[in-house]
């Protein structure tokens, strides 16, 4: 039973425009929700996270806007750079640490200059 | 310090061989974990520990022993292992208290004959 998706496994977006992530859960007890990105032979880097409470979270390039009603989280990068060509995961918890993350699949983010 | 640090960064073993992992943390933080990572697949939680303790085992078989020595370090002690064992091993640190960010060390990446 996989309680965290990333449905598209790849997206292709060019330098400077908008990438858009997308995640659904379905555990409605996690409320506690993060964006890690992750390149080849390194470990996962966390970026941004957003708790229950909220519906938007902003740091920088990186927005993560949360829709309880709809279990849906997603990642907006903006503008996008080549340096942002990585695989990105979402991931789900309760909301105190020591708690276990449990992942989606991941997107495979492609920027193209 | 902001970094999580692991040893080695590439191990071979047989399958009758002990080694260990090692990795550390400055954080301060009091929650360490251990992940899994297998080649396309996210990281799968295996222990974590909350101030020194053993607080979560996911099930793990016995030939995956952990060790929290202190607050800054974390063993995972292996012996017997299989081949498909083979993966990269993530440790994480991050808070107890309120919101679960996991700070990821880069992984030992673990090859089993």
């Known amino acids: 039973d996989q309680q965290v998706k990333q449905n598209s496994p790849s997206l292709s977006v060019q330098e400077g425009r908008i990438s858009i992530l997308n995640c659904d859960y379905t555990n409605s007890m996690f409320d506690y929700f993060l964006w890690y990105k992750k390149y080849p032979a390194e470990g996962p880097t966390f970026l941004i996270s957003?708790?229950?409470?909220?519906d938007k979270n902003e740091d920088g390039r990186f927005t993560v806007f949360l829709n309880k009603s709809a279990k849906h989280l997603s990642l907006h990068i903006v503008p996008s750079q080549p340096g942002d060509s990585a695989v990105y995961f979402c991931?789900?918890?309760?909301?105190?640490?020591?708690?276990?993350?449990?992942f989606g699949q991941g997107t495979r983010l492609t920027i193209n200059p | 310090d902001t970094e999580v640090t692991q040893t080695p960064k590439h191990l071979v073993m047989g399958m009758t061989n002990k080694k260990s992992l090692k990795c550390e943390q400055h954080m301060g933080h009091r929650a360490m974990y251990w992940y899994k990572q297998k080649a396309k697949k996210p990281p799968e939680l295996m222990f974590v520990?909350?101030?020194?303790?053993?607080?979560i085992n996911e099930s793990v078989p016995s030939r995956f022993s952990p060790e929290c020595p202190n607050s800054s370090l974390l063993n995972l002690h292996l012996h017997a292992l299989q081949p498909e064992d083979s993966a990269l091993y993530l440790c994480a640190s991050g808070r107890v208290g309120a919101g679960n960010e996991q700070f990821f060390g880069p992984g030992t990446r673990l090859t089993v004959l």
């Open positions: 991931a789900a918890s309760g909301f105190r640490g020591a708690q276990k993350l449990v």
């Open positions: 520990y909350s101030y020194e303790k053993l607080s």
């Open positions: 957003i708790s229950s409470i909220k």
